[in-house]
């Protein structure tokens, strides 16, 4: 628990002065917009540009843990949207359902509660985690959004309407821009390499306080079903389906994993939701449930990680 909570405190005491800058009328609710784009457009493509930069893809390619991972988030995103089909919800909540459903927080609270459990992966484990989240997770919730705004015409255009708007989109450029420069043994000069990691640094307390100001005015009744059946898919149905997936792989020829990575692709898919979904969310008018969403899973997770911290340990995985 305390390994959790030195992790994740950090975290709501941004989005406290978030809340409070907000509420207090030092900003406007509606200048989280603003903060928000500036995320999701600049200071998260920088991150990625960063941290996938700097990893080679030998490194990261342990096909049990890339599976497990990408197919129980490819799982809940799809729950997610059968979900608010069933519930007749706007495309817009479907596809926040979905990416706070399969969108995890490895950045914020993955790596740093890995570097104190399992120090000897945490590296491994983080960047195996950042490699589906830049080139799936991301990529398909942001295809997902795009397109609730590529509606109507000849299905032909309209698919090639969100591809033109998904491989257009920063974060996608940053991570072909890295790859590219990593293929090529290309680096960055001294100067630029400064300015990009400045930028990137400024992401996770950008998002984190434009998070906590947008939960000014924040109205949960109207939305508590789809809160918190976004929360318990998170923390309990995807870390589930990721248990089962650890033990089919192997069976089916794939080479087993080792405790530790085994229980970090576990507790990998019990963190709570990524942090820029919120952001995300609120480009398309969602901000509300994805902040809400957000921050209740990173508040029930200190319970429920440690519930499956208990439980790997009782099966000596952990």
């Known amino acids: 628990m305390i390994d959790v909570l030195s992790a994740t405190v950090p ?23 603003v903060l928000s784009t500036y995320v999701v457009k600049v200071a998260l493509p920088a991150l990625v540009f960063v941290s996938v930069a700097g990893r080679s893809l030998g490194e990261i390619l342990n096909p049990v843990w890339l599976l497990t991972y990408a197919i129980s988030a490819m799982a809940m995103m799809g729950l997610g949207r059968l979900y608010a089909r069933m519930r007749g919800l706007t495309p817009a909540r479907a596809a926040t359902l979905g990416f706070a459903m399969s969108g995890t927080n490895n950045g914020f609270v993955g790596l ?7 120090p000897n992966v945490a590296g491994l484990a983080a960047g195996m985690a950042m490699l589906v989240d830049n080139t799936l997770i991301i990529p398909v919730a942001l295809a997902m959004f795009e397109a609730i705004t590529g509606q109507g015409g000849p299905a032909a255009q309209r698919v090639g309407l969100i591809v033109r708007r998904v491989v257009t989109h920063p974060m996608v450029i940053a991570i072909v821009l890295a790859l590219l420069l990593g293929a090529l043994n290309l680096e960055l000069t001294e100067i630029l390499d400064r300015s990009v990691q400045l930028v990137a640094n400024s992401s996770s307390a950008v998002a984190l306080f434009s998070i906590g100001g947008m939960l000014v005015g924040l109205r949960l009744r109207a939305q508590l079903t789809d809160i918190l059946t976004a929360v318990g898919g998170k923390l309990l149905l995807m870390p589930a389906l990721a248990v089962g997936l650890v033990t089919v792989l192997p069976m089916l020829g794939l080479p087993a994993l080792s405790h530790d990575l085994r229980a970090a692709a576990i507790l990998t898919a019990a963190l709570p939701s990524m942090t820029v979904m919120a952001a995300v969310a609120e480009q398309h008018g969602e901000g509300e449930l994805g902040a809400a969403s957000m921050m209740l899973s990173t508040v029930v997770s200190f319970f429920t990680l440690t519930g499956w911290m208990i439980a790997l340990r009782a099966v000596g995985w952990l």
């Open 112 to 118: 740093p509660m890995f570097l104190i459990l399992l």
């Open 11 to 33: 975290i709501f005491l941004i989005v406290a002065v978030g809340y409070v800058v907000t509420r207090i009328g030092m900003l406007k609710r509606s200048d989280m917009t």
